[in-house]
């Protein structure tokens, strides 16, 4: 044979061997599905690179792949008590897409097409679920809150793991208001634990949203910042900040930035 005639010839066996068996391969009882359910990476690793050679026969890969994944989404949308805890929900989900872009990346070797099916599956499943928007936000604040305690060195792979499905949310206006007003709380209480990890969900935020969504978070700290200036000037007087045996705090807040609070009427004594 001469060497000219190799590509030819490797065509021909390509049409003959993987584009005609090719569906058959997919389809079959220990198939694609038979493999992602019993985690056969290095057999779907295998599967993928022979039919790479006719890359058009990748979609009987692709026709499998994004139900499965999205059938694994449902049984975790179906649990009654899972769907009542942002918690649980949330990391749930984050294991489940872990687990897929892992395949993503060793069975099925960064091939875009499927990482373009990843996506649209893990779209399918928080569209079907209309609280995913507003558990990922209160996720976020746990997180903030009382997740991260003690787990410093995992906090921003944590966060990421967030953002990896913040990413493909459609309602992501859903998701700001909520974590806008989450947000919002933790400055007043002084509840989160990491300004390290503040920093770096805001700094996600701005890539995902854009510099006018954060400056938002960055005038509360402002706020906040100012309040705590002010309260340490009015404390150097001669009362020390306290009055008649009443310590004066008080916070000053830009008016429409920090959700709808509710107003308390002061009523002091008559004496």
């Known amino acids: 044979m001469c060497i000219r005639d190799r590509p030819k010839l490797m065509e021909q066996l390509d049409n003959q061997i ?16 038979y ?19 006719k890359s ?38 984050v294991e489940l897409k872990k687990e897929m872009d892992m395949l993503m990346t060793e069975a099925f070797v960064g091939i875009e097409q499927f990482l373009k099916v990843n996506d649209l599956a893990f779209q399918d499943i928080m569209d079907s679920f209309e609280m995913a928007p507003r558990f990922m936000a209160e996720y976020n604040d746990h997180l903030m809150r009382i997740g991260l305690r003690g787990k410093e060195a ?19 206006d859903v998701f700001t208001e909520r974590n806008k007003e989450l947000y919002a709380m933790r400055l ?27 400056a938002k978070y960055i005038q509360m700290n402002v706020d906040m910042k100012n309040s705590r200036e002010g309260i340490e000037n009015f404390k150097k007087k001669d009362h020390g900040g306290v009055i008649q045996g009443v310590e004066l705090l008080v916070k000053v ?19």
């Not at 792949?65 to 769907?83: D, T």
């Not at 007043?188 to 954060?214: N, P, R, W, Y």
Request: charged fraction near 30%; aromatic fraction near 6%.
């Open 154 to 172: 995992e906090a921003e792979g944590m966060i990421e793991n967030v953002f990896g499905l913040f990413k493909l949310l459609k309602a992501k």
């Open 188 to 214: 007043l209480q002084h509840t989160s634990i990491s300004d390290q990890a503040e920093e770096s969900l805001i700094s996600k935020l701005k890539v995902e949203l854009g510099a006018q969504h954060v």
């Open 18 to 33: 993987v584009k005609t068996h090719a569906e058959r391969l997919c389809y079959l009882d220990t198939g694609v599905v």
């Open 253 to 271: 807040l830009t008016s429409g930035l920090w959700g709808n609070m509710q107003n308390v009427v002061c009523k002091l004594p008559d004496d």
């Open 56 to 93: 058009e026969t990748l979609n009987f890969i692709s026709e499998k792949l994004r139900p499965y994944i999205v059938a694994r989404g449902e049984q975790i949308n179906g649990e009654k008590e899972v769907v009542e805890d942002p918690v649980q929900y949330i990391s749930k989900l």
């Open 35 to 53: 493999m992602l359910k019993s985690k056969k990476v290095e057999e779907l690793k295998q599967l993928t690179t022979l039919l790479k050679r």
